[in-house]
């Protein structure tokens, strides 16, 4: 019998070598796909439930193991939570439009002044008092319509749970 040579070993060796890593990666994967104890094969479907509002679950009507069907209820929140929130941006869009209706008289304001001064004095003041007053007030219409533009979004969203 002759004598393997080197390069002959190192395939066969690494062919044994990748044989074993190959069943073992190939046992784990089994596994972890379909586990198993000794009294049978355990297999589970597992689907993470989210509400649209959040808030103390007031009640839990299900059990461990339990089938449940389309439309049955799974647990209940305590309402006063996002009814809460619901008045908070109710109020958030009171006062959001009160402070644009006071900012867009203030504007008007402003402008029926400029309206009145006769055009020699307005040359001669150059405005400073309108533009003075009107550049203060229009950021602050634009800030206020940009808070008005937000709350409805932010009314809707505390809404979802109260339909």
Known sequence: MTPLSTPTKILITGTVILAIVGTIVWNYWVYMVNPWTRNGQVMAQVIQI?????????????????FVKKG???????????????????????????????????VDATAA?????????????????????????????????TLGGMAPVSLDSSMIGTL
């Open 50 to 66: 989210t509400p649209r509002v959040t808030g103390t679950i007031i009640d839990l009507p299900i059990v461990d193991n339990q």
């Open 72 to 106: 049955d209820l799974l647990f209940q929140i305590d309402s006063r939570t996002y009814e809460s929130t619901l008045a908070g941006a109710r109020g958030m869009l009171a006062e959001t439009e009160d402070e644009i209706e006071a900012l867009s008289a203030q």
């Open 113 to 145: 002044t400029a309206k009145r001064r006769s055009p020699r004095r307005r040359r001669r003041c150059s405005n400073a008092l309108t533009k003075r007053t009107m550049g203060a007030s229009f950021p602050h219409l634009r800030f206020a319509a």
